[in-house]
């Protein structure tokens, strides 16, 4: 089976696939006719955390850590999430939104195992960059496949009891539920040293740093 690389990724012809990929997605699954997948402003503002095999992507998604850049694209405000959920204590720790998901598997790799190893990956590589809990805009249908993910590897994942959630102007038409998934140190088999660092998830849902770059 082909071995499959997850890392954060600058190659501009890696990211173009990434961009061309959640645009045909977006466009013919979601129906979103309108939605343009290019790179956008959040996208330079944000890491870009993809699959590939060689050089070959098989997806990414858009990391938004709220920082120095200002809010999350689904707050309305600075302190959105921070004063919609006090019980998660925000201020005390970073925390970031998963957006632009999008995969499509290739040769031998059943679409299951990519989505699966993918997410893993994506969680533990949240927490190394130190969020602590991950938020997620999306339909129930694809919340219920997250939970069951993440409830079977020991990730706690819950719906966020807020309406006040900046909806973008593309998806106006689709249902916005707010998701949260409380971040957590896994065991790491090797140390990750740059964000170049490229990492394979093992059986036990670890992460396992193949190469860093240098």
């Not at 020991?154 to 106006?172: G, M």
Request: proline residues 3%; charged residues 20%; glycine residues 8%.
């Amino acid at each position: 089976m082909s071995d499959i690389i997850f890392e954060l990724s600058q190659d501009p012809k890696l990211l173009e696939q990434y961009y061309q990929l959640r645009h045909d997605n977006f466009n013919k699954t979601l129906g979103l006719t309108e939605f343009d997948g290019k790179a956008d402003v959040n996208d330079l503002t944000s890491d870009i955390f993809i699959a590939r095999v060689g050089s070959r992507c098989l997806g990414g998604v858009r990391i938004c850590g709220r920082g120095f850049q200002g809010p999350l694209p689904l707050e309305y405000r600075a302190q959105g999430l921070i004063e919609e959920l006090p019980q998660l204590n925000l201020s005390k720790g970073g925390y970031c939104q998963w957006m632009r998901l999008s995969l499509a598997p290739f040769g031998d790799i059943p679409y299951g195992q990519l989505y699966r190893e993918f997410t893993l990956a994506l969680a533990v590589l949240s927490a190394e960059l130190g969020y602590q809990y991950a938020f997620c805009v999306s339909s129930k249908t694809h919340q219920r496949l997250y939970k069951q993910l993440f409830s079977s590897n020991n990730y706690l994942h819950f719906q966020c009891e807020t309406d006040k959630i900046r909806c973008e102007q593309d998806f106006d038409g689709l249902e916005h539920l707010l998701y949260a998934t409380k971040l957590q140190q896994r065991r790491v088999l090797a140390p990750r040293k740059t964000k170049q660092a490229q990492y394979k998830i093992n059986s036990l849902g670890y992460s396992e740093c193949l190469e860093v770059a240098s």
